[in-house]
């Protein structure tokens, strides 16, 4: 599976960007695909997720701010991740993530994901 991470930047507080995802190479269609996130100095957290029912879930610090979305293009999935309104404490490194597992459901934590892409830099300046 190949993942082709995009979007991340520099932004001023109360800024907006866009991450993309490409995701390819899979054999089962159905799966989990999400955002987590690597504070400087800080644990993974869990950002945004879509299953494959495309149910989705957010952590509580994005609520309102960020809106994930999977799409299919050809033989791809496009993950993307609008980001609005952010913060300082949004700064982080930002991965893409998989979730291969029968069914298409979400992992409960972010350390649960089968597969990643190499990250992306969001820096969000006061």
């Known amino acids: 599976v190949q993942f082709m991470e995009s979007g991340g930047g520099s932004v001023q507080a109360g800024g907006s960007l866009r991450l993309s995802c490409a995701v390819s190479?899979?054999?089962?269609?159905?799966?989990?695909a999400g955002w987590v996130r690597q504070p400087p100095g800080k644990e993974r957290e869990g950002v945004a997720s879509?299953?494959?029912?495309?149910?989705?879930?957010?952590a509580d610090s994005v609520k309102g701010r960020f809106s994930i979305s999977m799409s299919q293009d050809n033989d791809k999935k496009i993950l993307s991740l609008q980001m609005n309104s952010l913060k300082p404490e949004d700064n982080a490194t930002y991965y893409c993530?998989?979730?291969?597992?029968?069914?298409?459901?979400?992992?409960?934590?972010?350390?649960?994901?089968?597969?990643w892409g190499r990250g992306t830099q969001v820096t969000v300046s006061s």
């Open positions: 190479g899979y054999a089962y269609s159905r799966f989990c």
């Open positions: 879509v299953a494959s029912d495309g149910s989705t879930n957010y």
């Open positions: 993530a998989a979730y291969f597992v029968y069914g298409g459901s979400c992992p409960r934590t972010p350390y649960e994901y089968t597969m």
